[in-house]
Every structure is written in C-alpha cells, then in structure tokens.
C-alpha cells in the first residue's frame, strides 16, 4: 500500500514540533511532506504535493489555514485544524463537520482524529467542499471588522478611497499599490494585514504579492515563458498569478 502524504502548517514551533512528534507516534506510516511556520508556504507545498491530509493551523499570518484548506481540498485532500478557538467558535466547527484539534493537542485527542481520517480515506466521501463553505460562512469576519475606507498617498496629497473603488492591491518593496479604476496610490499597510480586513468573497490572493477583486478578473492564461498571468477587464494590467491560488480557478 502506499504512503499517505500529510501537509502540517502550525506557526508556533513548539505546538509545530509537538504535533510532528505526536503524529509520528500515532500513525507511523504517514509521511510528512511538509511542516510550514506561515499560510502561505503552506499552500506552495499543498500545490507541490497534492498531500492527502493536512493539519492546518486555522490562524496563521497572511494566508489563514481556511485558505490552505481550499487548495488541499481542491486536490483532494482530506483537513483536520488545530484551533484555540472559544466555544462559540468550536460549535461552528462541529456543525460544519470539519474535523478539528483543540490546542493544546492531546495525544488521545489526536489518535480520535487519525483513526476517523484512515476510515474516510478507505472509503467513499461526500464533497468535503461544501463541508469546508459552511464553516467558512460560520466563521467569517463580522462586517464591523471589514475594511471600508482606505488612507492612501497620492503625490503630495493624502486621498481617501472606498474599498468598493479598489481593483486590486499589489506589494512593491515598502509599499503596497492601491489600483482603482482611475487612479492609483500606495499605502504602507502590509498586503498581509489588508487581508484580515478584507472580505473573502470579494478580493483574492493569486500571489504572495498580490490580492484582487473576484468580480474584475477577466481572465488567467500561460505567459511565452509559461508562467500564469491574470488580465483585468477593459484594462491592460497583467498581474502574476502562483502555482499556490490556481486552485482558486479551477471549474471557472
């Protein structure tokens, strides 16, 4: 039989190292492919890999473990997240059906969890997408938390734009770019702090660098080099898009 590939993605070393530890003494034979400190190199190696199960951290910086979990879903994948989340939180959990570890790990705790993922690799599973969109509805951002308005420098001049004007926003060295549909200005908020403020449904990440509105995407190609770009309608911007988002375009 061959191996299970498994994805662990925890920000906190020591409970990284621990579930590592743990994981090995629970389920001998799962090979772990990769153990990422952030989000985002965890969905680089969930797009390398295509692992078959993930543990995910569901809050890490930049790029959260439901982003992470989109990707490995995508392949094909099967998720269980670590959580310090309150009971509120935990009930979300339980309803979407989405397996979950509370930190700090216990190992009777994690060998519950092992055992129900070796049954449902062996066996025939309802969509776990849709298991994964209900939880994402439960937990998502209330509206007071979403970014609205944005302070921005242009020129000389400090401009205040709505968030519905922005098209995307791009890192460039220090400096994030705000783009709208007429103009353009720069703001020092790390791209991964915006996200923490920005509502999922409207604006994606398709880059390390990069987050756009859903809703101005024309289209993704191959560039002559191979590499994937996105286009904007009515507009000449080409935007890199990584290996790691693709699976946000898939069935487009």
Same mark, same amino acid.
């Given at each position: 039989?061959?191996?299970?590939?498994?994805?662990?993605?925890?920000?906190?070393?020591?409970?990284?190292?621990?579930?590592?530890?743990?994981?090995?003494?629970?389920?001998?034979?799962?090979?772990?492919?990769?153990?990422?400190?952030?989000?985002?190199?965890?969905?680089?190696?969930?797009?390398?890999?295509?692992?078959?199960?993930?543990?995910?951290?569901?809050?890490?910086?930049?790029?959260?473990?439901?982003?992470?979990?989109?990707?490995?879903?995508?392949?094909?994948?099967?998720?269980?997240?670590?959580?310090?989340?309150?009971?509120?939180?935990?009930?979300? /959990?339980?309803?979407?059906?989405?397996?979950?570890?509370?930190?700090?790990?216990?190992?009777?705790?994690?060998?519950?969890?092992?055992?129900?993922?070796?049954?449902?690799?062996?066996?025939?599973?309802?969509?776990?997408?849709?298991?994964?969109?209900?939880?994402?509805?439960?937990?998502?951002?209330?509206?007071?938390?979403?970014?609205?308005?944005?302070?921005?420098?242009?020129?000389?001049?400090?401009?205040?734009?709505?968030?519905?004007?922005?098209?995307?926003?791009?890192?460039?060295?220090?400096?994030?770019?705000?783009?709208?549909?007429?103009?353009?200005?720069?703001?020092?908020?790390?791209?991964?702090?915006?996200?923490?403020?920005?509502?999922?449904?409207?604006?994606?990440?398709?880059?390390?660098?990069?987050?756009?509105?859903?809703?101005?995407?024309?289209?993704?190609?191959?560039?002559?080099?191979?590499?994937?770009?996105?286009?904007?309608?009515?507009?000449?911007?080409?935007?890199?898009?990584?290996?790691? /988002?693709?699976?946000?375009?898939?069935?487009?």
């Amino acid at each position: 039989m061959s191996r299970i590939h498994a994805l662990v993605a925890e920000d906190e070393p020591p409970q990284r190292a621990a579930l590592l530890e743990m994981l090995a003494e629970a389920w001998p034979e799962l090979e772990v492919v990769a153990a990422c400190e952030d989000g985002l190199a965890a969905l680089e190696e969930a797009a390398r890999h295509r692992p078959q199960v993930a543990f995910l951290d569901i809050r890490m910086p930049g790029v959260n473990g439901l982003d992470v979990a989109r990707a490995v879903v995508a392949g094909g994948g099967l998720v269980v997240f670590t959580t310090a989340y309150d009971d509120y939180a935990i009930r979300a /959990f339980e309803a979407g059906a989405v397996d979950y570890l509370l930190k700090p790990v216990a190992p009777a705790r994690l060998a519950q969890a092992v055992a129900r993922l070796r049954e449902r690799l062996a066996t025939p599973r309802a969509d776990a997408g849709e298991r994964l969109r209900a939880l994402e509805e439960k937990l998502r951002p209330q509206g007071e938390r979403l970014i609205r308005w944005i302070s921005a420098s242009v020129g000389d001049s400090v401009r205040m734009l709505g968030i519905d004007e922005v098209l995307y926003f791009q890192a460039q060295d220090k400096y994030v770019r705000v783009v709208t549909g007429s103009d353009e200005a720069v703001i020092r908020t790390p791209l991964k702090e915006l996200l923490a403020g920005l509502d999922p449904d409207t604006f994606w990440q398709v880059h390390r660098g990069v987050v756009v509105r859903v809703a101005a995407i024309d289209r993704v190609r191959k560039d002559e080099l191979g590499r994937h770009v996105l286009s904007l309608r009515g507009r000449a911007d080409r935007l890199p898009v990584s290996a790691a /988002f693709l699976h946000r375009f898939r069935g487009m």
